[in-house]
């Protein structure tokens, strides 16, 4: 089973920032955080993955908070094709470990 | 530089019949997996591979085989085809150690009709 609790659905108007919750409470210190988004039944895309510090990069902030058990997924400044669905996932740093996908958050954006 | 190359994209069955679905990655990539995903459904694992000639079983692997001969190559077998079996199939590869990305193909429609 997926580790991870997210909203079913969430909406977001075009320009504003899209801010993705995800528990994860049961994370151990070894797990990391990673976010995915799948497109239109596209294969998933990784955006950003986190062990404690918070993390920037070209496509979405992560924040997690200090006692790990949950994070925020921020898209800065939505757009309509960041209109998807958002997998958070806790995977250890091990070898063999899988992604487990629950059913994520769908996004939209509209203008 | 091609990344994740899945094929067939699309293939339909007829209950039975067997087939084999393809993968190939071109980044070095010890780890790679087998997803399946049903309409409204997240991703589920079938079968994944940390290595040449080793495999093992994710959440839903009955009715698949896989092998892996080859860093480059992790093809899914369908031993006799059901209905139930319809899906997207993706397959996925990454380093096999360390927090690192996972790279997914485009994946392969199949119906079994």
């Known amino acids: 089973d997926a580790k991870t609790t997210q909203p079913t659905s969430m909406d977001c108007a075009e320009g504003r920032a899209a801010n993705l919750p995800c528990n994860h409470s049961?994370?151990?210190?070894?797990?990391?955080v990673y976010w995915y988004r799948q497109i239109h039944s596209q294969g998933p895309q990784y955006i950003i993955h986190g062990l404690k510090n918070n993390e920037t990069n070209e496509m979405a902030s992560l924040i997690i908070t200090e006692d790990r058990k949950s994070s925020t997924l921020i898209l800065p400044h939505a757009t309509l094709r960041d209109t998807a669905v958002y997998y958070c996932i806790v995977r250890e740093d091990q070898a063999g470990t899988a992604l487990i996908f629950g059913k994520g958050t769908t996004l939209s954006v509209s203008s | 530089n091609a990344g994740v190359t899945q094929t067939p994209k699309f293939q339909v069955l007829k209950t039975g019949q067997s087939m084999t679905l393809q993968c190939a990655q071109d980044?070095?990539?010890?780890?790679m997996s087998w997803y399946r995903q049903d309409p409204g459904m997240g991703l589920r694992l079938i079968h994944y591979?940390?290595?040449?000639?080793?495999?093992d079983q994710g959440e839903v692997p009955n009715g698949y085989n896989v092998s892996r001969s080859t860093t480059e190559d992790f093809p899914l077998r369908l031993l006799s085809a059901a209905p139930s079996q319809t899906s997207v199939y993706f397959c996925?590869?990454?380093?096999?150690?360390?927090?690192?990305?996972?790279?997914f193909g485009q994946g392969t429609r199949l119906t079994v009709v």
């Open positions: 996925a590869s990454s380093y096999g150690t360390g927090a690192f990305e996972a790279f």
């Open positions: 980044m070095n990539h010890e780890y």
């Open positions: 049961t994370i151990s210190g070894n797990e990391y």
């Open positions: 591979s940390v290595g040449a000639g080793i495999t």
